[in-house]
């Protein structure tokens, strides 16, 4: 029963995550007798004392027949149907069939075979659409008492020998609001990088002002990715507020958060490579070596544009294949930015040590380092997440990964920026000693 019956889970939880859930917002689900007969989806348990998560199965008014809809946390799936003794099936409703192989009784026609032995969070529910009085739309609501993973199956069942057959539609309803469960860390998430943005900017123009007369170019290019960031982040939080309050994707919104992110990635690898190349410090001017990374920051923000809008729709939308058609691109650019500014910087140490200019040696040397951490993050994280789409036809994946695919998919990228970023506004940050970063002076001048 158990292989069984995990092939037919594992289509179950597969289906959900591959196919498109939606119907006129994130999460709800539409069910067919004909093409479909289940959804799931990660749900958070209700607040203590109230009913404010659940799940309603709303049956639509021209089902006929009887249907049997059953309701489960994944982990309790091992308590939905019973195994038929002959051929090692897995049987979930009791029929005639059923009744001869003795796994139910005839009061259990026609309902759910589920095991009511033991606790656990398995539901069933009965709609009988024969009966005059009973026709009409029906509803069966399911209370979630604890996080967790669900999953609602539908089965017709023929009385008299007619014909059985439903529609209707699944609604997962969290205690916030109408965002999936594996969407919603998004919006505190967004928050709280919107504050430490804000913070960041407030500390930066503070220090400008205090010293004005001694900023350089360099540091007018972070006063402006700061502002980007500043406003990005806000996009980002609205985005997914308005989205957790009207239980629709504003297409407005996605598209100026995608220009956004992929606008402050490509400008921030722009920065920081010219930077590195001593643009300012060593060099008066890039020459045609300008036009290189202005066409590479081209593509980065077109693969960014996309990835962006990616991430920014329902986790649920997406799957193992489009992941890797939108990361791979991505990641080769951003490996492209770092291997040519890690390239860069090397260079520009050994200019500096030629020159023993100390200061911006050592200035230079902590960038580097930074870099070299950032990289290697970077790598770990995109051999873990191959590693773990490529896993995503299990039959645990979703059900074990719901809470963590937005971080895998989006969350780790914005904590890695984050951190790199941080770091170079404390080294490039205003000072009174700002001069002696320019490139007409130095701690011995220039030779």
Same mark, same amino acid.
């Given at each position: 029963?158990?292989?069984?019956?995990?092939?037919?889970? #594992?289509?179950?939880?597969?289906?959900?995550?591959?196919?498109?859930?939606?119907? =006129?917002?994130?999460?709800?689900?539409?069910?067919?007798?004909?093409?479909?007969? +289940?959804?799931?989806?990660?749900?958070?348990? #209700?607040?203590?004392?109230?009913?404010?998560?659940?799940?309603?199965? !709303?049956?639509?008014?021209?089902?006929?027949?009887?249907?049997?809809?059953?309701?489960?946390?994944?982990?309790?799936?091992?308590?939905?149907?019973?195994?038929?003794?002959?051929?090692?099936?897995?049987?979930?409703?009791?029929?005639?069939?059923?009744?001869?192989?003795?796994?139910?009784?005839?009061?259990?026609?026609?309902?759910?075979?589920? /095991?009511?032995?033991?606790?656990?969070?398995?539901?069933?529910?009965?709609?009988?659409?024969?009966?005059?009085?009973?026709?009409?739309?029906?509803?069966?609501?399911?209370?979630?008492?604890? =996080?967790? &993973?669900?999953?609602?199956?539908?089965?017709?069942?023929?009385?008299?020998?007619?014909?059985?057959?439903?529609?209707?539609?699944?609604?997962?309803?969290?205690?916030?609001?109408? *965002?999936?469960?594996?969407?919603?860390?998004?919006?505190?998430?967004?928050?709280?990088?919107?504050?430490? &943005?804000?913070?960041?900017?407030?500390?930066?123009?503070?220090?400008?002002?205090?010293?004005?007369?001694?900023?350089?170019?360099?540091?007018?290019?972070?006063?402006?990715?700061?502002?980007?960031?500043?406003?990005?982040?806000? +996009?980002?939080?609205?985005?997914?507020?308005?989205?957790?309050?009207?239980?629709?994707?504003?297409?407005?919104?996605? !598209?100026?958060?995608?220009?956004?992110? #992929?606008?402050?990635?490509?400008? #921030?690898? +722009?920065? *920081?490579?010219?930077?590195?190349?001593?643009?300012? !410090?060593?060099?008066?001017?890039?020459?045609?070596?300008?036009?290189?990374?202005?066409?590479?920051?081209?593509?980065?923000?077109?693969?960014?544009?996309?990835?962006?809008?990616?991430?920014?729709?329902?986790?649920?939308?997406?799957?193992?294949?489009?992941?890797?058609?939108?990361?791979?691109?991505?990641?080769?650019?951003?490996?492209? +930015?770092?291997?040519?500014?890690?390239?860069?910087? =090397?260079?520009?140490?050994?200019?500096?040590?030629?020159?023993?200019?100390?200061?911006?040696?050592?200035? &230079?040397?902590?960038?580097?380092? *930074?870099? !070299?951490?950032?990289?290697?993050?970077?790598?770990?994280?995109?051999?873990?997440?191959?590693?773990?789409?490529?896993?995503?036809?299990? /039959?645990?994946?979703?059900?074990?990964?719901?809470?963590?695919?937005?971080?895998?998919?989006?969350?780790?990228?914005?904590?890695?920026?984050?951190?790199?970023?941080?770091?170079?506004?404390?080294?490039?940050?205003?000072?009174?000693?700002?001069?002696?970063? /320019?490139?007409?002076?130095?701690?011995?001048?220039?030779?």
């Amino acid at each position: 029963m158990a292989s069984s019956r995990g092939k037919l889970l #594992s289509i179950l939880l597969t289906l959900s995550l591959l196919l498109n859930l939606t119907c =006129t917002d994130a999460f709800r689900a539409i069910i067919d007798s004909d093409l479909r007969k +289940f959804g799931c989806a990660g749900m958070y348990g #209700s607040s203590p004392g109230t009913n404010d998560s659940e799940i309603r199965v !709303v049956m639509d008014k021209s089902s006929k027949g009887n249907a049997v809809v059953v309701i489960f946390e994944w982990n309790d799936n091992k308590y939905v149907g019973k195994t038929d003794p002959e051929d090692g099936k897995p049987i979930y409703i009791c029929d005639t069939d059923a009744l001869k192989a003795g796994l139910c009784n005839e009061g259990e026609l026609g309902h759910a075979l589920i /095991d009511t032995s033991v606790e656990s969070t398995v539901r069933s529910a009965t709609f009988n659409f024969t009966e005059e009085e009973q026709k009409g739309i029906q509803y069966y609501q399911y209370h979630i008492e604890k =996080t967790g &993973y669900y999953c609602v199956m539908a089965w017709p069942v023929q009385v008299n020998q007619e014909d059985a057959y439903f529609q209707g539609v699944l609604d997962f309803k969290n205690k916030y609001g109408t *965002l999936a469960g594996s969407d919603f860390p998004k919006l505190p998430f967004y928050g709280v990088l919107s504050l430490i &943005y804000m913070t960041i900017g407030i500390s930066w123009m503070v220090l400008c002002a205090k010293h004005w007369r001694e900023i350089l170019m360099v540091q007018h290019f972070i006063s402006g990715v700061i502002f980007f960031l500043m406003v990005e982040m806000a +996009f980002n939080w609205g985005y997914w507020d308005d989205y957790n309050k009207t239980g629709q994707s504003s297409m407005a919104l996605l !598209v100026i958060v995608s220009i956004l992110n #992929s606008g402050r990635n490509s400008i #921030s690898l +722009f920065m *920081l490579l010219i930077v590195s190349m001593g643009y300012g !410090v060593v060099k008066p001017t890039l020459g045609s070596t300008m036009k290189k990374v202005i066409i590479l920051s081209s593509a980065h923000f077109l693969f960014g544009i996309i990835y962006s809008a990616g991430t920014m729709s329902p986790v649920d939308d997406i799957s193992a294949m489009i992941v890797l058609m939108v990361v791979v691109p991505l990641a080769l650019t951003m490996t492209s +930015f770092y291997i040519w500014t890690l390239q860069s910087l =090397t260079s520009t140490i050994a200019t500096l040590n030629l020159r023993r200019q100390t200061e911006k040696v050592k200035m &230079y040397t902590r960038l580097w380092r *930074l870099l !070299v951490f950032s990289l290697t993050v970077l790598c770990a994280f995109f051999v873990i997440n191959t590693l773990n789409f490529m896993n995503a036809d299990s /039959d645990d994946w979703p059900a074990t990964h719901w809470r963590i695919q937005w971080f895998l998919l989006d969350g780790w990228l914005n904590v890695l920026y984050l951190i790199v970023f941080t770091v170079i506004v404390i080294l490039w940050r205003p000072t009174e000693n700002n001069k002696i970063r /320019d490139r007409s002076t130095g701690d011995r001048g220039f030779r």
